[in-house]
Nanobody, 125 residues
């Protein structure tokens, strides 16, 4: 059974950087899309960066110019986060469209059917 596992969260001061990594385990076919979502205090979960299988990338306005999404291979996704601020504090989720189930959320070009458990990012002033 495919699983999505995030790593790399933590605590950092404002202006600092963190890198998140997401690995898809148990699935050899890659994905149509992969993306990062986040839930910040008082807000619904929102998409912040996605990458389509043709390499097309989309960013939310809130992170554009500060965050960079990339793939190491078909099953590994990264999110480099620079110049973090306190509004970036929240739980970050990796999601993939593996074509294995019901797509529960849509953002950008894709719907996502497989989710990680989330990793916490805390930015202090």
């Amino acid at each position: 059974q495919a699983q999505v596992v995030e790593s790399g969260g933590g605590s950092v001061q404002a202006g600092g950087s963190l890198k998140l990594t997401c690995a898809i385990n148990g699935h050899q076919y890659g994905s149509r899309c992969m993306a990062w979502f986040r839930r910040t205090p008082g807000k619904e979960r929102e998409g912040i960066a996605s990458i389509y299988m043709d390499g097309d990338i989309t960013y939310a306005d809130a992170v554009k110019g500060r965050f960079t999404i990339s793939k190491d291979d078909k099953n590994t996704l990264n999110l480099q986060m620079n110049n973090l601020n306190t509004e970036d504090t929240g739980t970050y989720y990796c999601a993939a469209d593996l074509g294995l189930g019901i797509r529960t959320e849509y953002w950008g070009r894709c719907g996502y059917d497989t989710w990680g458990q989330g990793t916490q990012v805390t930015v202090s002033s």
